[in-house]
């Protein structure tokens, strides 16, 4: 305890010395320090206090990029320096003015006394135009300051420091306006502004810059002001500009957004109406917000959404559909229409607008921990956007028997797709007629199909094993060291039922494939316990059980040979389930 303590003490003599030192050096220079210096002297906070007045002096000239270095130090800083930066928001110049607002926004409530100051500058029409960034990226003619790389033992903290509200991300400010940036400040600084902000935040909702109106409405959601906002929301939602619409979409997808609050109070028929043409727009992201905004409305949005099954856009029956489904049991005056689109055609096309930017591949999905653990996998995708495949889901999730016959029939539909959306729709009615087609699907060539149907196989219990053990049978033989192996692992789920895959799994035993005979070994243990207790609860024939007691005592001999370095474990299973099978109690 006491090294941690001479430890510490060492760090802050440290942090003296350079406390001391670093403003003579500073005064010896005709210079000041760079930004990028004085942010990393901000995030030691036992050094040198920061100097406010030099702070923001620098913000009248900075560049992009050391801009963003000055607002991030001053944020961070634990000294209290609101008074500071009130004074210098009398300051005329614009580039200091939004950079001061910038950061009062961020102590987000520790700025309440700046608030008078932030609602006068929501009068200010004026942009803050900040120059570019040095090409080259360096600083001319400032001589670099090392400061030392210091311990990860914690410094004390202070009881009495508070910890600063994390406010939602605000809509955008485009143009660098002043009273723009003045109203996202007093939205981070949230509550505390309501009384002073409301009225003058009120008024901004009918200015004619639509960012204005959009930040306005933010603000007012955070402030918690007892006035309509939603309206203006969802006209920001579809407004002309693509711009503007993203951006509201952006801010209500904020989980911690109060927007979201907004919608729960104020949402009624007229809100599905605006939200299901958002449902049109060709960016995703609004898309998303709308959709995510009719799941939060709840059944308060099902008679939109049961009409808007019938909407002549693909997209917005898709949606709709999906939806739908989600409400479960609550949802089933839905089904005839749901059923009426089992046949529909529909496909959603992204426009080419909306296939810019980089697209992450889909990966894989990992298999489950427990495999087996859940009684119904989970629903299908749709990657091809078929309206059907989401009625079809739809339909499961409503869990309406009256659907079954409507299933069936689209069962036979051609598109692998729709086969595995009905066969898991039907499986989640208890119905196995999907089995024999969702079956001959993990044959398929595209191997998100495959995937697809071996999940959903294995909420059909015993019943799968004749479709799921081939699979796995045959990747045994796969080169692919992790193919292989995950194979060998699925085959111990299927228990007794792997006897006959007793020998190629005793060939991997003696085999040098990577990490193989480790894995083979376990699962062979599995097998031959599940296999023993097949016999003893009379579930295994007595031909199956000669096969066996000769397949186990194979595989025992191999664990037991004098160089064998197999895990106890597995051997132990491999002998007790040899000696029960043969009648003699271990």
């Known amino acids: 305890m006491m090294s941690r303590i001479n430890l510490a003490l060492s760090v802050l003599t440290i942090l003296s010395f350079l406390a001391d030192e670093i403003p003579v050096a500073a005064q010896s220079e005709t210079f000041s ?9 901000g995030q030691q906070e036992s050094a040198e206090p920061i100097v406010v007045a030099e702070l923001v002096e620098q913000l009248r000239t900075a560049n992009v990029e050391q801009r963003r270095e000055i607002i991030q130090q001053l944020s961070d800083t634990q000294q209290n320096i609101v008074p500071a930066l009130v004074r ?5 110049d ?11 926004g961020n102590l987000t409530n520790e700025a309440v006394p700046a608030i008078p100051g932030l609602i006068e500058m929501m009068n200010d029409g004026r942009r803050a135009i900040v120059p570019g960034s040095f090409s080259s990226g360096f600083y001319p003619n400032i001589r670099p300051i090392r400061l030392p790389v210091l311990s990860s033992l914690p410094l004390p903290a202070s009881a009495n420091v508070e910890e600063r509200r994390s406010p939602p991300t605000p809509p955008e400010n485009p143009e660098n306006l002043l009273r723009i940036t003045a109203i996202i400040a007093i939205g981070k600084i949230g509550l505390p502004a309501r009384t002073l902000a409301t009225a003058p935040l009120t008024q901004a909702l009918q200015d004619p810059d639509p960012w204005v109106k959009l930040n306005a409405t933010w603000a007012l959601s955070e402030i918690g002001a007892s006035i309509p906002l939603l309206p203006h929301w969802l006209e920001a939602l579809q407004n002309p500009d693509p711009n503007l619409r993203r951006s509201a979409a952006s801010v209500f997808q904020d989980s911690s957004s109060l927007l979201r609050k907004v919608l729960g109070a104020e949402a009624d028929d007229s809100t599905t109406a605006s939200l299901l043409t958002a449902l049109k727009d060709d960016d995703v992201t609004v898309r998303d917000a709308a959709r995510e905004a009719l799941g939060l409305m709840g059944t308060g949005a099902l008679p939109g959404l049961v009409q808007a099954l019938k909407a002549p ?7 709709a559909a999906e939806l739908v489904g989600n409400l479960g049991g609550s949802a089933q005056s839905a089904v005839p229409n749901l059923l009426a689109l089992l046949g529909d055609t529909g496909r959603y096309v992204p426009p080419a607008s909306n296939q810019g930017g980089f697209v992450f591949p889909a990966l894989p999905p990992l298999p489950p921990l427990f495999p087996g653990s859940r009684q119904y996998p989970l629903a299908p995708s749709n990657p091809e956007q078929l ?3 989401n009625a079809a889901i739809a339909l499961g999730k409503l869990s309406d028997r009256s659907a079954i016959p409507g299933l069936t ?5 051609n598109n692998p797709w729709m086969q595995l959306a009905t066969g898991w729709a039907l499986l989640q009615l208890g119905q196995a007629q999907g089995l024999p087609v969702v079956g001959r699907l993990v044959q398929h ?15 059909y219990g015993s019943q799968s094993t004749p479709y799921i053990l081939p699979y796995y049978t045959a990747r045994l033989d796969s080169a692919d060291d992790n193919e292989r192996n995950g194979a060998i692992i ?12 007793v020998p190629k799994l005793r060939a991997i035993l003696v085999g040098n494939q990577k990490d193989s005979p480790g894995y083979a070994a376990t699962i062979l243990g599995e097998i031959a316990r599940d296999t023993a207790i097949a016999w003893q609860n009379g579930n295994l024939s007595a031909n199956q059980r000669q096969q066996a007691i000769a397949e186990l005592s194979k595989v025992l001999n191999i664990m037991q040979a004098p160089n064998a370095r197999f895990n106890r474990e597995p051997v132990e299973r491999v002998r007790n389930a040899v000696t029960t099978l043969r009648g003699v109690t271990p």
């Not at 699925?490 to 895959?501: N, V």
Request: no cysteine.
């Open 33 to 41: 320090l760079p930004p990028a210096v004085l942010a990393m002297q």
């Open 88 to 92: 210098a928001m009398d300051d005329p």
């Open 94 to 104: 614009p580039l200091l003015k939004s950079g001061v607002a910038e950061v009062l």
């Open 313 to 319: 856009e693909p997209i917005v029956r898709l949606e």
């Open 387 to 389: 309206v059907r495949v």
């Open 409 to 413: 029939t689209a069962l036979k539909d």
């Open 445 to 459: 060539p595209d191997s998100s199909i495959r995937r697809e149907a071996l999940s959903q196989l294995e909420g």
């Open 490 to 501: 699925r085959i111990g789920d299927f228990g007794a039922a792997a006897l006959d895959l």
